[in-house]
């Protein structure tokens, strides 16, 4: 069965510090992979979304990044934390059956990132 | 600019009731529609899949209606649980995108006993 991981779950970065979070999914092949930012009470933010390896859409200009090294790795990055990149960031994954139809998005666990 | 609405944050009713959540959107051509529920602290686990050819569809006491011309979906829980008490979330995808999901605000449900 398909499992996706995602650490760490919790952490607290002040601000001006490098951040990396990474994901990664088992038992599926060159799946979608997605990262998501929400803030408190808020819905889900599309943040990057990856069709394949080393092919990353971005989808809202900012401090943040993200790379696909391997086919199921993905991993969101920014050089220097700002106080607004606090928020629950979620990984997920999907499978793209055929040139359409898309299945739903499974998710992680979710990283609570506090930039003080 | 493409939007997703849920158009109630909250949304406060009686156990037994059923529950009728609503997710509209503009400037989107969608192929699917997906409603997802989130319990705090958690990611998203997906409830229903609806494409854009299929008006109706249900699941044990979930109901996911998908009006094209509308553009409107409605999520219905009947007979309702303090159980059912979450945050419930629609997405879309589209055919030119068909990887690309996007999410709506969510609506909070909660079930009074």
């Known amino acids: 069965s398909q499992t996706i991981h995602q650490w760490p779950a919790t952490l607290v970065q002040p601000v001006g510090s490098p951040l990396s979070l990474e994901c990664t999914v088992e038992g599926t092949s060159n799946p979608n992979l997605y990262w998501y930012r929400q803030a408190a009470g808020r819905g889900l933010q599309l943040l990057f979304y990856?069709?394949?390896?080393?092919?990353i859409s971005s989808e809202v200009p900012q401090n943040l990044s993200a790379s696909r090294p391997q086919d199921r790795q993905f991993i969101l990055s920014s050089k220097k934390l700002l106080l607004s990149d606090s928020g629950f960031y979620l990984c997920?994954?999907?499978?793209?059956?055929?040139?359409?139809?898309?299945?739903?998005?499974?998710f992680g666990q979710g990283t609570r990132l506090t930039v003080v | 600019s493409q939007k997703i609405e849920q158009n109630s944050e909250a949304l406060n009713i009686q156990e037994g009731k059923t529950a009728t959540l609503t997710c509209n959107y503009t400037n989107y051509s969608p192929a699917y529609l997906q409603w997802y529920r989130q319990d705090p602290g958690r990611g998203p686990v997906f409830l229903l899949l609806?494409?854009?050819?299929?008006k109706e569809k249900r699941k044990e006491r979930l109901k996911v209606t998908f009006d094209t011309t509308l553009k409107q979906s409605l999520f219905h829980i009947t007979a309702s649980q303090p159980a059912d008490s979450a945050t419930y979330l629609c997405?879309?995808?589209?055919?030119?995108?068909?990887?690309?999901?996007?999410f709506g605000s969510g609506t909070r449900l909660s079930i009074r006993p």
């Open positions: 609806i494409r854009e050819n299929e």
């Open positions: 997920a994954w999907s499978a793209l059956r055929g040139s359409k139809r898309n299945t739903e998005a499974f």
């Open positions: 997405a879309l995808g589209s055919y030119s995108s068909a990887s690309k999901i996007i």
């Open positions: 990856s069709v394949g390896i080393g092919q």
